[in-house]
């Protein structure tokens, strides 16, 4: 609950916005904003779709200010765990945000060191 919380209170362009949740004995439901254009993942690889380097350039740089937020600009630290191109989304002009915080880590607010031991998707541990 105080993960979703807090989660919950995170508002950046780059974040895939979470707009409510219900938890009922052992059912959870989580509600995000619509994004219409999918994964990263499936922009990249799709077969005939072939994005230029400046719109490449501008969704990278979408996620680094996505995970700047979340490291040094956020009440509490988040430190994702699980980045990659399937927890990316674009929105209805491919601006990319990140999503997809099951795995994240909360940081007390003067806290410069964790220890996230192996978290996240084989093949794409973070880089945090």
């Not at 949740?21 to 999918?38: A, P, Q, S």
């Not at 940081?107 to 794409?124: E, I, P, S, W």
């Amino acid at each position: 609950m105080t993960e979703l919380k807090i989660i919950g209170k995170t508002h950046h362009k780059n974040l895939v916005k979470l707009l409510g949740f219900c938890i009922e004995d052992n059912h959870f439901l989580l509600v995000y904003e619509l994004m219409k254009n999918g994964a990263l993942s499936y922009f990249l690889f799709k077969e005939g779709m072939l994005p230029t380097w400046s719109h490449r350039s501008e969704m990278a740089s979408g996620i680094a200010r996505g995970l700047l937020y979340l490291h040094e600009e956020c009440d509490t630290p988040i430190i994702h765990c699980d980045i990659k191109p399937q927890n990316v989304l674009l929105d209805s002009k491919y601006n990319a945000k990140i999503s997809d915080f099951g795995l994240s880590k909360l940081l007390k607010k003067d806290q410069t060191r964790t220890d996230t031991c192996a978290r996240g998707t084989v093949g794409y541990l973070a880089p945090e």
